[in-house]
Nanobody, 123 residues
Framework: QVQLVESGGGLVQAGGSLRVSCAAS????????MGWFRQAPGNEREFVAA????????YYADSVKGRFTISRDNAKNTVYLQMNSLKPEDTAVYYC????????????????WGQGTQVTVSS
């Protein structure tokens, strides 16, 4: 079992930066590929970024490539999403996701989700 708790969301102006974090419980954090998804009102949940177990490989949606950076600290059981050059269309609830494989992590087919943290970007 893995429990995921996101934090760090908030209100930021367009062009600004924000870092959201996801703390995981349990000793097996390093066994999971971690991902971030987001869901805006009226939209489906969409993939944002994923990171391999060791952190050596990262994957991004085209819409955030070059602006967002995913990272992880396995000693702290935490995955981060650094968001720069934020746009109003980045406004959404951001969810942390844990999966066994990269395909699962990028497809949202893993077993574990956090409760989400709201990110609002004002224009």
């Amino acid at each position: 079992q893995v429990q995921l708790v996101e934090s760090g969301g908030g209100l930021v102006q367009a062009g600004g930066s924000l870092r959201v974090s996801c703390a995981a419980s349990g000793r097996t954090f390093g066994s999971y590929v971690m991902g971030w998804f987001r869901q805006a009102p009226g939209n489906e949940r969409e993939f944002v970024a994923a990171i391999s177990r060791s952190g050596s490989s990262t994957y991004y949606a085209d819409s955030v490539k070059g602006r967002f950076t995913i990272s992880r600290d396995n000693a702290k059981n935490t995955v981060y999403l650094q968001m720069n050059s934020l746009k109003p269309e980045d406004t959404a609830v951001y969810y942390c996701h844990a999966a066994i494989t990269t395909v699962q992590a990028m497809s949202g087919l893993g077993d574990y989700w956090g409760q989400g943290t709201q990110v609002t970007v004002s224009s």
